[in-house]
DNA sequence: GGAGTTCGATACAACGCTGTATCCGATACA
DNA sequence: TGTATCGGATACAGCGTTGTATCGAACTCC
């Protein structure tokens, strides 16, 4: 998909190449949007020209199909890390504030946001990013439910929502949150207080509702 | 903002060609995206030549300020209606499901969606459009908090959340619910059931939890 | 019914972006 | 040290899009 016709090696300097390009194309699309974005932009951000990118990419479209691959997976793989740690330390599991805190994913938050929400804009419309998108999303969805799943062990309580269910509605609470805070144009540190405090709100009333 | 230098007239003519074509970029905006979508698709659909686009509006990014605030007022206003006659018809406020599908907006719902997320990505971008979307989206919370307390009263109920955050947590997961379906590929009819029955859930959540 | 105005079509100039073909320096390898 | 390959820069052709300037038809108002 993302592997020109003739099969280029792979340098330890081609990676770095691409590894540029992508970071670069994560800030310019999340800055201007993808539409908006040109892949003049991007290689200027990264400080290329456009030799670099046709020699790494296919199109556009191409990159951002690896970017949004790589993206929603970090997203993942940083959770999964967060709920390992969370879990075998034992936390307050009546803590849910502190718990959703030690969600957040360590980087920028507002380009966070913004470029997921990129990429969720465009899953809707294009097949591939849907499928991508899907799978990683189902694979966070699971980390969270197996969250939510030993909070409910350790406080001895049963729900009404299957872990699933309510995984779901934490993670949609919580990019739903992000995005108004963004509108608002709310500063890094407000935004996540905000985030933790409302998304914590909503962990309450489902750990509550036994 | 939307207003020529030369204030020009308010002909009926005038109005019809506007409405043409902001109906227009509505359909093409939600197929491509704000960002790809060029003037001349727009006029092309609407069967005029960007002659009449120029002669109506300043810019893509003029037109789509006003699109997006007579759009997500449309959006309110339908909302305000039904919840009125939910009101005064004393719908039965155990059945969630039904007041969840009560509150669908007539139209193309999958044009309704891309053309809502479309507008969200921008207001994180774009300040005009931010200050129209909290505007409308304050709007919107109030009417569904208006429902959701008369419920309460109907069912003498006191909720530990403020009918205000009640609203924001149904109103953000009907969205992330949508978006999820279409994502997903999901035809209209099972997107429109889907709906109902998520947010339902956690609306039952909600005034369950007394 | 004639003069003025309005609205949209047409024609045009300019620009930016894309994708490719070619070139050149660096690096690896013998 | 010579040779081959690789990776990115440069140059270029072509296209689509933008915005404006001009034109003509239709409508208005006396």
Not at 14 to 41: I, K, M
Not at 174 to 187: F, H, K, Q, T, Y
Request: hydrophobic share 45%; charged share 30%; glycine share 6%.
């Amino acid at each position: 998909m993302s592997q020109p016709d003739v099969a280029k090696p792979v340098t330890r300097s081609r990676e770095n190449t691409r590894a540029r390009l992508l970071d670069a194309a994560a800030q310019v699309f999340a800055e201007v949007g993808l539409g908006e974005a040109s892949v003049e932009a991007v290689c200027e951000r990264a400080g290329f020209t456009r030799g670099a990118f046709y020699s790494n990419f296919e199109s556009k479209d191409d990159l951002f199909l690896e970017l949004a691959g790589r993206f929603v997976s970090q997203q993942v793989e940083a959770v999964r890390e967060r709920v390992a740690t969370l879990i075998e330390s034992g936390a307050d599991a009546t803590d849910t504030v502190g718990l959703v805190e030690a969600l957040d994913v360590p980087g920028d938050v507002r380009l966070g946001v913004l470029l997921m929400s990129e990429i969720r804009n465009r899953a809707m419309r294009d097949e591939k990013v849907a499928e991508a998108f899907i799978a990683q999303d189902e694979s966070m969805v699971r980390e969270v439910a197996q969250l939510i799943e030993d909070i409910a062990h350790a406080k001895r309580l049963r729900f009404a929502l299957s872990p699933e269910e309510a995984a779901r509605i934490v993670l949609t609470a919580w990019e739903g949150v992000s995005s108004r805070a963004i509108i608002a144009g709310l500063p890094e540190k407000e935004l996540l207080e905000l985030r933790a405090r409302e998304v914590g709100r909503i962990g309450h009333l489902i750990v509550e509702q036994g």
